[in-house]
Every structure is written in C-alpha cells, then in structure tokens.
T-cell receptor, first 115, second 114 residues
Framework: GAVVSQHPSRVICKSGTSVKIECRSL??????MFWYRQFPKQSLMLMAT?????????EQGVEKDKFLINHASLTLSTLTVTSAHPEDSSFYIC???????????FGPGTRLTVT | SQQGEEDPQALSIQEGENATMNCSYK?????LQWYRQNSGRGLVHLIL?????REKHSGRLRVTLDTSKKSSSLLITASRAADTASYFC??????????????FGKGTKLTVNP
C-alpha cells in the first residue's frame, strides 16, 4: 500500500524556538495533505489542509502564523511550529489521500515536546 | 469539530471474546471509516462503509451503519492480544461528496487481556 513518512518521529525543543516537521508521500503524489494534532488520550483534530502550489486552508481556531504550512512539491508538505510553547506539545500526524476517493494514508506521527 | 462520538471510551476484554465499539455522528455523510491506532503511532485504515451500505465484513471485523440513527458499530470477533489499540471512527465532513477531510471521533481504547 501507499506509504506516508514523517520526520522527525520525535523532537524536543525549547520554548521560543521553531520546529519543522516533514510529511512525505513515498510512492505516490499528493496534491493535498492533511495535518492533525492529537493530545494524549484524545482524538485527532484537523489543523489544516495543505495544498500543493497554493495556500493552506486552516481550520477554525488554528493560528496560521503559528503553524506555517508549505506544500513545496507533490510529495512533500512541511509544518513549522513557530515560537513553540509548552502547550504546543502534542502528537502531530499528517495524511494524504490515495488514488481512491476515500482512501487516506497516515504518517506515523511526530511527537513534539516543548520544554 | 469532532463529529463522531465513540462508545465506550475504554473496553477491556479477554482474548477470544468479541469486542463491540459504537460511534455516533451528527451530520449527513457519504461514508464512515474505522481506523486503528497503536499507542504513540499513526493510524491504520481498517474498513470503510458507504452511506448506502448497512453492513460490511473484513476478516474478523464487522461494521454496521444505521444512517437513520447516525450511528455505526465495529465488531471484532475472536479478539487477540494484538488487537489492543485505540479505535476511531471518522466521517467525511458535511456530506459534500468526495470530500477528503475526515472528522474523527474520540476513540475507544480496547485492551485484550491474554
């Protein structure tokens, strides 16, 4: 099946610094990718839709200036958490639709800890 | 917004027993999907059921969908310790037809004791 990778899998950073998370579709192209965050023992919350060649679409309540998304190519989307704070500590997961209309493939997630 | 609501939030059973998880949603949908997540890992797609389907099987999984009640259930038969994970339902948003955005429920944490 299709594979989506994320890098890094874990990152620890200090308050005030920025962290970039990469999401790659390894064997297929994705004009759209989705970014979710998941707090411990909770569900996934959609943050934004990343669109290749155009601006990302953010969900209500998500700060676009804090969570910068760049969909640079058909296989790569990046999420940059700017000026990270401890409350940004979370599990960030990306997904990309497959060839079927309803298929989605999820990355393994990135655990961000802000100290 | 979280549309799907799973019930129960946590379920603990013995190996060999069946596990049933339920999900309710609020808006019209084109399809409903179930995913599995091992602790600290990404999601794995289990099964998709379309709005015009009432029941679907895949191996030890059985999914039902009742659009009149806006609910779905996931049954895992003859459970194994390896089935221990969190299970989430997800719906396409607002029934827009082909929308790829998914709205996830809160999940059911299943523990299968050997």
């Amino acid at each position: 099946g299709a594979v989506v990778s994320q890098h890094p899998s874990r990152v620890i950073c200090k308050s005030g610094t920025s962290v970039k998370i990469e999401c790659r579709s390894l064997d297929f192209q994705a004009t759209t990718m989705f970014w979710y965050r998941q707090f411990p023992k909770q569900s996934l919350m959609l943050m934004a839709t990343s669109n290749e060649g155009s601006k990302a679409t953010y969900e209500q309540g998500v700060e676009k200036d804090k969570f910068l998304i760049n969909h640079a190519s058909l296989t790569l989307s990046t999420l940059t958490v700017t000026s990270a704070h401890p409350e940004d500590s979370s599990f960030y997961i990306c997904s990309a639709p497959g060839t079927g209309v309803y298929e989605q493939y999820f990355g393994p997630g990135t655990r961000l800890t802000v100290t | 917004s979280q549309q799907g609501e799973e019930d129960p939030q946590a379920l603990s059973i013995q190996e060999g027993e069946n596990a049933t998880m339920n999900c309710s949603y609020k808006t019209s949908i084109n399809n409903l999907q179930w995913y599995r997540q091992n602790s600290g890992r990404g999601l794995v797609h289990l099964i998709l059921i379309r709005s015009n389907e009432r029941e679907k099987h895949s191996g030890r999984l059985r999914v039902t969908l009742d659009t009149s009640k806006k609910s779905s259930s996931l049954l895992i038969t003859a459970s194994r310790a390896a089935d221990t994970a969190s299970y989430f339902c997800a719906t396409d948003e607002g029934g827009r037809g082909g929308s790829e955005k998914l709205v996830f429920g809160k999940g059911t944490k299943l523990t299968v004791n050997p």
